[in-house]
Each structure stands twice: as C-alpha cells, then as structure tokens.
C-alpha cells in the first residue's frame, strides 16, 4: 500500500490502493463471473477512485474562505486603527463619545470579535469534516453490502446432512470456492479500512479520526465473522482428510 523509498513507506499511497481493488475485481471475475460480490467489487473500485480523489483534495487549503479570513482580520484591525489613532479623540463630538463610552463596552467589542475571528478560523476544519462524513458514509453503505453477500454463505451447507427448505437461498455446495468467496470478502472489508485511513491522513483533526476508526472497527468485526466461517471450512476439510 506503500510507495518506495524513505518516508514513502510513512504514509498510504491511493493508487496501490486502486491497484490492489482492482486486482480483487479480476479475482471474483474469474472465479464468479456471475455472483452478485462480481458486482461489488466493481463499486469498490469505483468507489476507491472517488475517495483517493477526494482524500487528496481534502490536503489542499480551502482558499477562497482563509481570504475571507483575512479580510476580516484586516478590516477589524483597520477599524480599531482607525478608532484609536486616526480619529482623534479632540475632534469627536460628545454624541460620539457616549457611543463608545466604558472600558467595559470595549472590552466586550474586543471579546466577541476575537471569537468571531476564531470561528472563521475554524470554519475550514467544520467544511473539511463535513466532506469527510459525506464520504465515509458511502463507504460504511458498501461495508455492509458485502457482509450482506457473505451472509448467506454457511459452511453448514457442505455437510452431507444439510438439507434445503423451499426458501434456501442458494448456496455454494464447493469446499473450496466457498472458501475463496469468503476470503474475498475479508479483502474487500480490508480495502475499505484502508480507504477510510486516507481521510485521517489528509485531515487532521480528532474528530475525524475517531470517525474513521469506527470504519475501520465496523470493517475488523465483520471480516472477523468472514473469517470464523473459513475456520469452519479448513476444520471440516481436515476431518474429511482424517477419514480418507
């Protein structure tokens, strides 16, 4: 997932991410060229496209709204100039004076500007968050589409003794190829990790980070499930090798 070299291998590279999305894709065209996961895994390559483009334009600093920043700064800091040096107090009227009288009405002018200045400050990061939540909820979506494809998938159905009501869905009865479907759905719960690591790389900010471990725990637990039927698989092929 790393590029080459130095501190390459410091930070996730998007495009051995696609690459990687890409060659699970070929994978399950080849072996399922027909299974709904066929599908799916085409969303997640598309879907890798789309979240490494907007994880990188995270990077990039909002222009237009630090302009607006600085604008503001400058334009309050040219009045309070302008108050406190250009206008001299001889030529104020005293109309004048009773607007702006009170060390306390001055105070609470400076107080509520600053934390106006600090809410701009802050607006980028509020944008940037909103951005990264809209993209995190494609991809929890996709999470939990492919566990709903891995859900019908029961090692039980390898069992001589298994028996099928009239509304069995239909099931892989292949030791193997049911151990392969699994495995690319553990794949395929790992990739979406790593896509939501992205954001966290691009963005720093706690929020937005914890958002992005819950991705990633939602993924680890259901890729657990995966994993506990493939168990179940290699356990029951062990007994038949046992028996043989």
């Known amino acids: 997932m790393e590029t080459a070299g130095g501190a390459g291998y410091r930070r996730l590279d998007p495009r051995r991410i696609i ?9 399950v065209g080849d072996r399922f060229p027909q299974a709904g996961l066929h599908g799916v895994a085409r969303e997640l390559v598309a879907l890798s496209h789309d979240l490494s483009a907007a994880a990188r334009a995270l990077e990039r600093p909002i222009w237009w709204l630090r302009l607006t920043v600085a604008a503001a700064v400058a334009a309050g800091a040219a009045i309070f100039l302008f108050v406190g040096t250009i206008l001299s107090f001889d030529r104020i009227s005293a109309e004048a004076i009773d607007l702006v009288q009170g060390l306390e009405a001055s105070l609470n002018t400076i107080v509520l500007g600053g934390l106006g200045l600090i809410a701009l400050a802050r607006a980028e990061e ?4 909103g951005r990264v939540f809209a993209q995190l909820h494609k991809l929890r979506s996709l999470i939990h589409v492919i566990d709903m494809h891995q859900l019908t998938k029961d090692p039980a159905a390898l069992s001589g003794d298994f028996r099928p009501t009239a ?10 190829d049911l151990a392969r479907y699994l495995d690319y759905c553990s794949e395929m719960l790992s990739i979406t990790g790593k896509l939501a690591a992205l954001f ?3 963005v720093n ?13 939602l993924g680890t637990n259901l890729s657990r499930k995966v994993w506990q039927k493939i168990t179940l698989i290699e356990q029951g092929a062990g007994r038949a090798a046992d028996r043989t």
């Not at 509304?167 to 292949?174: V, W």
């Open 19 to 27: 690459e990687t999305a890409e060659k699970i894709e070929q994978r």
């Open 126 to 129: 509020r944008i940037k968050r």
């Open 167 to 176: 509304h069995s869905p239909a099931r892989i009865t292949d030791a193997q």
């Open 200 to 202: 966290a790389q691009s």
């Open 205 to 217: 900010d706690g929020v937005v980070v914890d958002a992005v471990n819950d991705i990633e725990n």
